[in-house]
C-alpha cells in the first residue's frame, strides 16, 4: 500500500476535535489535492481514464481530481448502481473513497462495473483513511492501493459522507 502516514493531516477529519463542516470540506479538499498528487505518476501517459467516487463521503474528494484530470470520465457508485458512462474501456479506473476499512466495498463497486460492461487494463484504488490489512485483502482486486494514511491506533473516525449531504455533525470520538 501506498501509504503517507500523518495524523496531523488526518486529524481535522477526526470529530474528537469537532470540526465544523465547513471546515471538514474544506480539509477533505486538501487530502484530495494531495492523493491525486500521488495517483497523477501512474496514469500520466493514460488517455482514457475512469474516476469512481463512492457514494457518499467521496463527494468530499470529487473536486480536486475534477480540476486535475480535466479529459478524464467520472461518476459516483452507491449502492448497486452508477451514474451513466458513455465509454465502456479505458486505460485505468480509479475507485476513490475517504475510508477503506474492509475492502468490501471496493471489490463491490468493481464487480457492480465489470457486470456493467466497463473494463479497464488496471484498477486502483485512491483513499484518504485504511487499515493496512486492507491491502492484502484486496490485492487481487486491485492493481494499486494509493493511501494517505493507515494508522492502525485510529479505532474510529467519521463517516464522511454526513458531511457531503448535510449540516448536521457526527459525535464519533476517537478511542
Given at each position: 500500500m501506498d501509504s503517507l502516514f500523518n495524523l496531523d493531516m488526518i486529524r481535522p477529519l477526526l470529530i474528537s476535535e469537532n470540526r465544523t463542516v465547513s471546515e471538514v470540506r474544506r480539509h477533505s479538499r486538501k487530502l484530495a489535492a494531495d492523493l491525486t498528487e500521488r495517483i497523477t505518476p501512474e496514469?500520466?501517459?493514460d488517455r482514457k481514464v475512469l474516476f469512481v467516487f463512492v457514494m457518499r463521503g467521496a463527494m468530499l474528494?470529487?473536486?480536486p481530481f475534477a480540476e486535475k484530470f480535466d479529459s478524464a470520465s467520472f461518476t459516483?457508485?452507491?449502492g448497486g448502481s452508477y451514474t451513466g458512462l458513455d465509454c465502456k474501456d479505458y486505460d485505468t479506473v480509479i475507485i476513490v473513497d475517504t475510508v477503506v476499512e474492509t475492502g468490501k466495498t471496493i471489490m463491490d463497486v468493481k464487480k457492480l462495473l465489470l457486470d456493467?460492461?466497463?473494463s479497464?487494463?488496471?484498477w486502483f484504488c485512491g483513499c484518504?483513511?485504511?487499515k493496512s490489512s486492507v491491502k492484502a485483502k484486496i490485492t487481487e482486486y486491485i492493481d494499486r492501493f494509493f493511501c494517505l494514511a493507515a494508522p492502525e491506533e485510529i479505532k474510529k473516525y467519521i463517516d464522511a459522507g454526513k458531511y457531503a449531504t448535510c449540516g448536521d455533525r457526527a459525535q464519533?470520538?476517537?478511542e
Open positions: 496514469i500520466a501517459n474528494l470529487y473536486l459516483f457508485a452507491s456493467s460492461g466497463i479497464a487494463k488496471r484518504v483513511f485504511a464519533i470520538t476517537v
